[in-house]
């Protein structure tokens, strides 16, 4: 059973950067496609960024692209994202999901999720 846990999140003044941190234990987060979803205060759950198993392919949300990038580090079964130009929109719970099936990464049917740590983006 895959688990995981995020951690990274914070209180940042707009313009600033957090880097948020997904670790997996349980399975070997290679086997995995990694999506992160943010949902705000009183608005529906938004995929932020997909990435494939290895890495090498990484998709964004027009909101966040240019600002946000998600990588991967599956020899330590860490997933990364690093969150710079901070908007007060960006405030939310984000969470960092995976999925083992399909042949690409995409936002849905996502089987696991972490519980995700709030971002809040104010001065």
């Known amino acids: 059973q895959l688990q995981l846990v995020e951690s990274g999140g914070g209180l940042v003044q707009p313009g600033g950067s957090l880097r948020l941190s997904c670790a997996a234990s349980g399975l070997p987060l290679s086997g995995y496609f990694i999506a992160w979803f943010r949902q705000a205060p009183g608005k529906e759950r938004e995929g932020v960024s997909c990435?494939?198993?290895?890495?090498?392919?990484?998709t964004y949300a027009e909101s966040v692209k240019g600002r946000f990038t998600a990588t991967r580090d599956n020899a330590k079964n860490t997933v990364y994202l690093q969150m710079n130009s901070l908007k007060a929109e960006d405030t939310a719970v984000y969470y960092c999901?995976?999925?083992?099936?399909?042949?690409?990464?995409?936002?849905?049917?996502?089987?696991?999720w972490g519980k995700g740590p709030l971002v809040t983006v104010s001065s």
């Open positions: 999901t995976a999925r083992a099936t399909g042949s690409a990464c995409s936002f849905y049917n996502m089987g696991y």
């Open positions: 990435l494939s198993k290895s890495g090498s392919t990484t």
